[in-house]
């Protein structure tokens, strides 16, 4: 059995012949480490103090770590895993993709660029724009013939917008680890809430709320999704595209796929299930195309 990883930069998503590898009950693992534990606990435990950002830093140890975690919850409930499949970014040079890849900690394991691995679930034969919109980063790739054409990426911190947003009501300063990782949370609740409503409200740590509307949010990160714009602009010049995937948890920001639409000119439906959509197309590829 193939075990494939998506390492995100907010959680570590598996999967084993079409099945999500759960971990401690849920269907992916927060990319997050603390005293050697990973994942929602490691959150817990450290109450600010948990390394986060593993994708960026790419710490061999805390990665290790995590991949560790997610073969362990592999093995458990598949039994013994073959090889791993393991994505990266297009824009990684093989330096951290070689990191990466041994950080993973089994013989056997082949490298996957993410937008190849979207790719794979579009209609066969054409040339995909993918627009990954995780929680650290955003990338846009042209991916033809699973060999990546263009890509570029910008970094992104949507809850800190919130945060900066709501921090004139804060009654104090925040001044430990503790309380920034709970308004953190908070932010990230009402940017996810605000997916799916008009109106949020983010809860300070004193328990009281600052109302925030989608419309004031969309403002927030206006930067953010213009610098978006401009790098799917600078990628398609010159391509025809016949296929745009919108994948990623910021994927359900309404205001992605209008815009989107608007730039390219074509109609933009997100991934249902964007969070998985990495594994799942890494899944495809390693399966091969399918006979009738």
């Not at 699973?146 to 925040?174: C, F, G, K, Y």
């Not at 815009?259 to 959509?277: I, N």
């Amino acid at each position: 059995m193939t075990l494939v990883i998506d390492f995100g930069a907010i959680n570590t998503v598996g999967m084993v012949d079409g099945q999500l590898v759960t971990v401690d009950g849920a269907p992916w693992l927060p990319s997050v480490v603390h005293s050697g534990v990973v994942g929602a606990d490691a959150s817990l435990l450290g109450r600010g103090q948990e390394s986060r950002d593993l994708k960026s830093s790419l710490d061999p140890l805390m990665v290790g770590a995590v991949f560790a975690r997610m073969v362990s919850a592999a093995r458990a409930r598949f039994g013994e895993v073959g090889d791993v499949v393991a994505t990266h970014p297009a824009v990684w040079p093989p330096e951290r993709v070689a990191v990466l890849a041994r950080a993973v900690g089994v013989p056997e394991v082949r490298m996957v660029p993410e937008p190849v691995a979207i790719a794979a679930l579009a209609p066969a034969g054409g040339t995909v724009l993918v627009v990954d919109a995780g929680g650290g980063t955003w990338d846009v790739a042209v991916v033809r013939d699973q060999t990546v054409v263009a890509s570029a990426a910008v970094p992104v911190d949507l809850d800190q917008r919130i945060v900066e947003r709501v921090r004139p009501s804060l009654v104090e300063p925040v001044k430990d680890d503790a309380t920034r990782a709970e308004l953190l949370a908070a932010a990230r609740v009402g940017k996810e809430l605000l997916s799916r409503h008009h109106i949020a409200e983010i809860v300070l740590p004193d328990h009281r709320a600052v109302r925030l509307t989608r419309a004031e949010f969309e403002f927030l990160i206006a930067p953010d999704i213009t610098n978006l714009m401009a790098m799917v602009s600078e990628v398609t010049t010159d391509v025809a595209v016949t296929h745009i995937s919108l994948v990623g948890g910021c994927s359900r920001i309404p205001l992605l796929a209008l815009r989107l639409s608007a730039v390219t000119g074509q109609q933009v439906m997100a991934d249902p299930e964007p969070e998985t959509a990495v594994a799942r197309g890494a899944a495809a590829l390693n399966r091969g195309p399918t006979t009738p």
